[in-house]
């Protein structure tokens, strides 16, 4: 397949141009994994997503301006390898949001709870106790329009105006999904919480008669 | 400019943590959470809260063998 593609380039390819171009993919091939991790949220899928966007950016490196941002341009080629292969074709049916849960969330939830409140630092027994796997499966829960937002702005770095770019929607769009999006994360974190016994949240304490 | 109450400045700490605002406001709201103790609080939280998602959303490099599959597509 590889071979086809590279056959496929208009311009021919020179050793120096090669040269570049692993240089530049070797800076940001690690990013760009973690990134296609998180998006397809499976490995398999996740090498077969940063193959396609090697060998688009491979393919299209003639049309890149060095001296302009690298990352974008691999990035907007990620994000539309994935757009076109890996997310879900279907139109999401109507996503669930949580309008009436405020940006404060879990912060709110942990002040309410005896069992963190006994705790010195609430906030931090609850931050300490959620594991890696906790985080992921949070994110890995949102709809894909907020879980794309979050990913491209609280992992990869990306201002609103890079992830409007990347995603070719307006600004005020990648705002509210972004907002959205935390706000979801925190309901599924504190789920987590709750499920894996760090917290009896909804238990009353020993003592007060029960329900 | 007017001076912010509480309830404006928590609607923008997510801007604000993501440095999407102009500096006037920036400074503004930095003043106001500094001192303020309804609103400093959820403010930090915010803060450790994203950090923590980064932090636990870290991969370790791309595995060697991928990586050499890559490179080996451009001498074909």
Redesign the interface.
Known sequence: M??TV?ASQTAPVTADD?ER??AL?EEH??SL??AA??LTRNRTRA?DL??ET??RA?RSFHTFKPGTNARAWLYKILMNAYIDGYRKATREPEIVDHEDVD??Y??TK?QESDDFRRAGDP?EVL?AR???A???GA?DSLPDAFREV?IL???E?F??KEIADLLRIPIGTV?SR??RG?RQ??VKLWEYAKRAHYVNADKPPAGSGGR | MTELDCEQVLQLVWQFLDGEMDDTRYLEIQAHIAACAECGPRYQFQRRLLALVELKCREGPVPTELKRRLFRLLEE
Do not use: C, N, P, T
């Open positions: 590889g071979a590279l090669r171009f692993q993919a091939l690690d994994f973690r991790l998180r090498e940063l193959q090697f060998l491979w940006e404060f879990l912060y942990v906030e931050l959620l594991m890696d906790d985080v992921k994110l979050v702005a609280d992992i770095g201002s609103y705002m972004l907002h935390r994360l925190q």
